[in-house]
């Protein structure tokens, strides 16, 4: 069971916002960073289909006509937390899914998971897979707050607090969801590899913050 907030419950979530990343408890505050500069993902683990590896300081994902999704997640679990990745496209076609999945309690992203995806056409969406089948929290959508198009980057961010999820493209906040399904898990970020096109993507300044 989701649903949208209103402007109550997104001052609700603000406040938990603030307490997740300002640590007003005064808890100590942690931070995952990683731009791939030393040229590994040595705290990846990908799906072991191959299409995943750093070129040039970013991670990548590069099709090989799987037909599926390929994914990698970081060793941890996380709970609460702020998580962001810049996403680009350099080849294929611009109407396939890319982007980041969190909550993951296994690491398979199209098992169970949380799925932020955008295109390269200037869509996105909010889905997730519950034991294999997917559903839609949020269908495609466009924004204008997209770079659209081959090789331009897009910074896409999550913050997870309890049962709240927002979603921003390049900043801006784009909606407020409620959803139960999963409380913890890995996040990671994955794209889809079609099997008539040359798909390649790539991530970088891969960012987590969390209590």
Not at 38 to 66: C, H, K, P, W
Not at 99 to 111: A, H, V
Not at 118 to 128: H, N, P
């Amino acid at each position: 069971m989701f649903k949208k907030i209103t402007i109550t419950g997104i001052m609700v979530l603000g406040c938990m916002i603030i307490l997740l990343i300002s640590g007003c408890s005064d808890p100590e505050l942690y931070e995952i960073i990683e731009n791939f500069n030393a040229g590994n993902a040595g705290n990846f683990i990908d799906d072991g289909t191959g299409n995943m590896s750093v070129v040039d300081m970013e991670y990548r994902m590069t099709g090989q006509g799987l037909d599926d999704w390929s994914y990698s997640y970081y060793n941890r679990l996380f709970a609460d937390f702020l998580f962001s990745v810049d996403v680009k496209q350099t080849s294929g076609n611009s109407s396939y899914a890319y982007g980041m999945y969190f909550r993951s309690p296994s690491g398979n992203l199209t098992e169970n998971s949380y799925v932020f995806g955008i295109s390269s056409s200037g869509y996105w969406f909010l889905g997730k897979f519950v034991d294999g089948e997917v559903t839609y929290i949020h269908y495609w959508d466009t924004s204008e707050n997209f770079n659209i198009g081959l090789n331009v980057t897009n910074t896409l961010k999550v913050v997870c607090a309890g049962d709240y999820i927002t979603v921003y493209i390049n900043g801006v906040s784009e909606v407020t969801y409620t959803d139960t399904s999963f409380t913890s898990g890995f996040c990671g970020v994955g794209g889809f590899d079609h099997s008539s096109y040359s798909n390649i993507f790539t991530y970088d300044n891969f960012f987590i913050s969390m209590e």
